[in-house]
């Protein structure tokens, strides 16, 4: 079955620390791993997409990596600010012409001053 | 910035009415897809639309729901005889040709049912 699989549930970091949320998956076949961010009512916005040949992808204070022999993934917020409180979610879809994304249930950061 | 869009943001109806949730995705983009999030739960697929036809459903997606592209813009979901369990945020998604592309989602319709 295809599934993801997010750590921790939650997590609570003062303003300026750094921090790094966990993803794993059993999605095949594999297309490309992407990290949103869905502030609450939103929809997600994409942070970061990796496709299978790629380790590593950097936008800004996020940087994700990928090890896909593993199947794991992790996203790396660096100097964290209030508005980066939010839900992290990894999704990752399938190599079909549709690419169809299984959900993660993701990560709600908690960032306090 | 082009951007998907999405009408109504909330949508409120008594169960059992039919619901037509509308979506603009990216003009240049070429598959479109339904999500769903209930509160508190996580995004969940629906259904992805290319070359105006369905290209994949979930088991969600039963005989109460519907996709049309009825002209070149939008892209909209219908649910026929809506239940209390329909009750949740949907999302629209757009992408460009090609599987590595991203998605890019739209605001979402809130969808109460009463």
């Known amino acids: 079955k295809n599934q993801v699989e997010q750590s921790p549930q939650s997590l609570i970091i003062l303003e300026g620390k750094n921090c790094t949320l966990q993803?794993?998956?059993?999605?095949?076949?594999?297309?490309?791993l992407r990290w949103y961010k869905q502030d609450t009512g939103r929809g997600p916005v994409s942070l970061t997409i990796?496709?299978?040949?790629?380790n590593t992808k950097s936008n800004g204070r996020y940087t994700a990596t990928l090890d896909a022999d593993t199947k794991q993934s992790s996203l790396h917020i660096t100097a964290s600010q209030l508005s980066d409180s939010a839900s992290y979610i990894c999704?990752?879809?399938?190599?079909?012409?549709?690419?169809?994304?299984?959900f993660g249930d993701g990560t709600t950061l908690t960032v306090k001053p | 910035e082009p951007e998907v869009t999405q009408t109504p943001s909330h949508q409120v109806t008594q169960m059992g009415q039919e619901v037509i949730l509308r979506c603009v995705p990216i003009?240049?983009?070429?598959?479109f897809y339904w999500y769903r999030q209930i509160l508190g739960q996580k995004v969940e697929f629906l259904v992805s639309?290319?070359?105006?036809?369905?290209?994949?459903k979930s088991e969600i997606f039963d005989d109460q729901f519907s996709v049309e592209r009825p002209d070149g813009s939008n892209f909209t979901l219908k649910i026929r005889s809506t239940k209390l369990e329909d009750s949740a945020m949907y999302f629209c998604?757009?992408?460009?040709?090609?599987?590595?592309?991203?998605?890019?989602f739209g605001p979402g319709t809130r969808l109460t049912v009463l």
């Open positions: 998604a757009s992408r460009r040709d090609g599987t590595y592309n991203e998605q890019f």
């Open positions: 993803c794993n998956y059993t999605v095949s076949p594999f297309s490309n």
């Open positions: 990796m496709t299978f040949s790629e």
């Open positions: 999704v990752v879809s399938r190599n079909t012409n549709a690419g169809k994304s299984t």
């Open positions: 003009s240049n983009h070429l598959y």
């Open positions: 639309f290319y070359n105006n036809e369905i290209s994949e």
